[in-house]
């Protein structure tokens, strides 16, 4: 390649592309939620080689957008073990010195220009838009004194995204300007802006008493509504709605700290039928989640969803069969035409043939001729994700139970073959086999694969779990129900339970816990939703009622009946 000493725009950057040999991406991070990230951003950084951070928080947001592994700590890595592969960029700390203290503009520059100079694929991750009260320009300039090429990719900027969070417009058909002052400066002339019916505060909070005092003084009522956003677009947001004259000792009694938008004007009052994040019927509950990591993600994306905080504990690990003989038996006798059906049970068993294809060097044309059946949608799709389509997905309760009331009964005249391929997990019920004998059926009833205890969550997360710091959790198997109690021990008498069906359900009760919500079908949607109708229940209930909306970790029950939900 032909070394660039100008920012002329690089070719495109799709894999293998050509690029300049010194290169910065100035990526906006938003202003918090992952979710606001542009799609350049997340192409950007999933070709990055190195990634330049600002703050702490942007090295896990870039691996749990990315699925990387989290870094195993020195003090765990095993002696005289070789060491890990490393997977994904290499991470830069571009907010802080070696020393822990806040990098200059000056040194941060000089280390993305080193960086850049690597030849690398180069992402300088900054909060909000990088030209926004942020470094950018500045780091951009000493890119272009050192011959270093970049391109500007905008984040949405907290000075937006915060207010919407809040319900709060920034403007409307009758207040149309809005002024954005940054606060840390050492003088500010207040009265200038007396007149501008909003404005937006940055590094407000320490001040905002003086700040406060000083526009009644220019002119502006005291009784003008003030807002207080902190660690805005987060579950973890909180929102305080004052005056001029009293926002000063509300935020302290509610204990605000930075980082904080304040909002000064009229439109603050719209909060009032506009918030619509702080609202969410889950908002800022912590929900447990016991499931295999490879599972965990569509349930915690759904959760957040609802404005919910979920924490994934594995219970179970996924391990292949102590014995792999069975299987390799059964494959060969499915690419031989032994068997006129392949039930798939879950996505596990479409996760365990596929790698046992991939083993042998097969592929989906194994499957001609064959008939597939799949247990449920979700397992339908991994199923079409592999290339292939299900012949039988229950018409109506998506289980085993579903599935068989759709079986067809063996026919010797239209079937040639009687025999079924059933791959599942070693502790399956026997219920699909029995029904498929009694259907006339021949069951080659396989472990595909071994679903083992996982070992116990930190100590932290025990105690988590025992005294009630989570809002709620989610069973989607009785097998959770048993490993989480197995290693983390029961769930608070405070904790809502939430389970995906009734077998699940009387696991829970079996285990002496109430279970609040029962999911009306087996679904991951399903539960997720059905917690979420509840805790819309629960909140207009307490509002209602005049009390303040809290959460179930924040509430204390002297007992938990045992009851089923209805």
Known sequence: ??????????????????????????????????????????????????????????????????????????????????????????????????????????????????QAKTGKRVVRLMAGDPFVYASGPEEA???????????????????????????????????????VVTCNETKIDWASYASHPTLVLLSAVGSIGDIAAQLIEAGRGADTPVSMTRTGTLTTQETIVSTLANIDRDATSHGMTPPAIIVVGPVVDLRETLSWFETKPLFGWRVLVPRTKEQAGVLSSRLRGFGAVPEEVPTISVEPPRNPQQMDKAVRGLVEGRYEWIAFTSVNAVRAVREKFEEYGLDARAFSGLKIAAVGEKTAASLADWGLNSDLVPSGEQSARGLLEDWPP?????????????????IATETLVAGLVDLGWEVDDVTAYRT???????????????????????????????????????????????????????????????????????????????????????????????????????????????????
């Open 1 to 114: 390649m032909t070394k660039q000493k100008t920012s002329s725009t690089p070719a495109t950057t799709g894999a293998g592309a050509a690029r300049p040999v010194k290169w910065v991406s100035f990526v906006g991070s938003g202003p918090g939620d992952p979710g606001l990230l542009t799609v350049r951003a997340v192409e950007l950084l999933r070709e990055a080689e190195i990634v330049i951070t600002e703050v702490p928080d942007h090295e896990q947001l870039v691996r749990t957008l990315l699925g990387l592994p989290e870094p195993i700590a020195e003090e765990d890595q095993v002696e005289g073990a070789e060491p890990a592969e490393h997977v994904g960029p290499v991470f830069v700390d571009g907010g802080f010195g070696e020393d822990g203290q806040p990098l200059t503009h000056a040194a941060r520059a000089k280390v993305i220009v080193r």
């Open 141 to 179: 300039q000493a890119c272009t004194k050192a011959g270093v090429g970049f391109e500007i990719v905008p984040g949405v900027s907290s000075v937006t995204a915060v207010p919407a969070y809040a319900g709060i417009p920034l403007t409307t058909k009758t207040h149309r300007e809005v002024a």
């Open 452 to 566: 083992v205890r996982a070992a116990p969550p930190p100590a932290a997360t025990r105690e988590a779990i025992k005294t009630g710091k989570f809002d709620a959790v989610v069973f989607t198997s009785s097998s959770t129900v048993r490993n989480l109690v197995g290693i983390a021990g029961k769930p608070h008498t405070s904790t809502i339970i939430a389970v995906i069906g009734p077998a699940t359900a009387k696991t829970a009760e079996e285990h002496g816990l109430r279970v609040d919500v029962l999911a009306p079908e087996p679904s991951v949607e399903a539960v997720v939703d059905a917690l979420a109708d509840f805790g819309a229940s629960r909140r207009a209930s307490l509002l209602d009622s005049g009390q303040p909306v809290t959460r179930p970790s924040e509430r204390r029950p002297a007992s938990r009946r045992r009851a089923s939900s209805k």
């Open 410 to 426: 063996y026919d010797d005249v239209l079937d040639p073959i009687n025999r079924v391929f059933l791959p599942r997990a070693d």
